[in-house]
């Protein structure tokens, strides 16, 4: 019987290996810019703070991406986000796992002991079906040996749509949108994010995380708007 190889999920060629969802190929174009290590934007340095870092440093300590919000990455990402693509969800983690790994062995990205996701509120992840940063923080968790606990964030405040908004209203309004259901003390935490934008979201849910007490905070994303 004739089997039908797996695609990859952004350039539709055959996979060696199905499984992976995305070819070695895109993979390997999947490579921002030199960024800050701190605040994923562009800078000279891949390995040291920009200058933005180190006059106004952000509430986390690092931020891993897989590549800027462009395509082919973004397609996926949108379709994974607002078409209910859930089976995207693997495929995407690994890209994530392989860039920590990467950071991990280039950067000596410190490990973390608990990951978190970006919580949506009830009412909108009831609309979606689906709250995408926890299907990508369970594959994470999984393979990191990670401790991951669904509910550890809660949105208690149900925002306007960040997106459409300039960066001084996410701020606002995101002014105690959440809530931390567990204790953190002494944790070193990765919160774990679809597509980082202005930072407000993560900033604020980072501030939270270190008001009770965490030791350290990184953010864990699949693109960084740059």
């Not at 082919?72 to 693997?90: D, E, G, M, Y």
């Not at 990467?102 to 949506?120: F, Y």
Request: proline share 8%.
């Amino acid at each position: 019987m004739l089997t039908i190889p797996g695609l990859c999920w952004l350039c539709a060629m055959p996979l060696h290996q199905s499984h992976w969802g995305i070819c070695s190929y895109c993979q390997r174009a999947l490579a921002p810019p030199p960024c800050c290590p701190c605040c994923g934007l562009p800078a000279i340095s891949g390995a040291l703070p920009c200058g933005r870092c180190l006059l106004r440093p952000p509430p986390w300590q690092r931020l891993v991406m897989v590549d800027d919000y462009r395509p082919p990455l973004r397609r996926a990402v949108q379709q994974f986000k607002f078409n209910r693509v859930t089976a995207l969800a693997p495929a995407l983690a690994r890209l994530m796992l392989l860039r920590i790994l990467a950071e991990r062995r280039s950067r000596h990205l410190p490990r973390v002991d608990l990951i978190l996701a970006v919580p949506l509120h009830h009412h909108r992840a009831w609309r979606r079906g689906y709250n995408q940063s926890d299907l990508l923080a369970r594959y994470l968790a999984r393979w990191t040996g990670c401790s991951y606990v669904p509910g550890g964030l809660r949105r208690v405040k149900s925002t306007r749509v960040q997106h459409r908004l300039s960066a001084p209203l996410r701020r606002r309004n995101l002014r105690r949108a959440f809530s931390l259901e567990i204790p953190v003390q002494h944790r070193h935490i990765a919160i774990v994010d679809d597509v980082v934008t202005t930072g407000s979201t993560v900033a604020e849910i980072t501030r939270l995380l270190m008001r009770h007490g965490a030791a350290t905070v990184q953010i864990w994303c699949l693109c960084r708007t740059l």
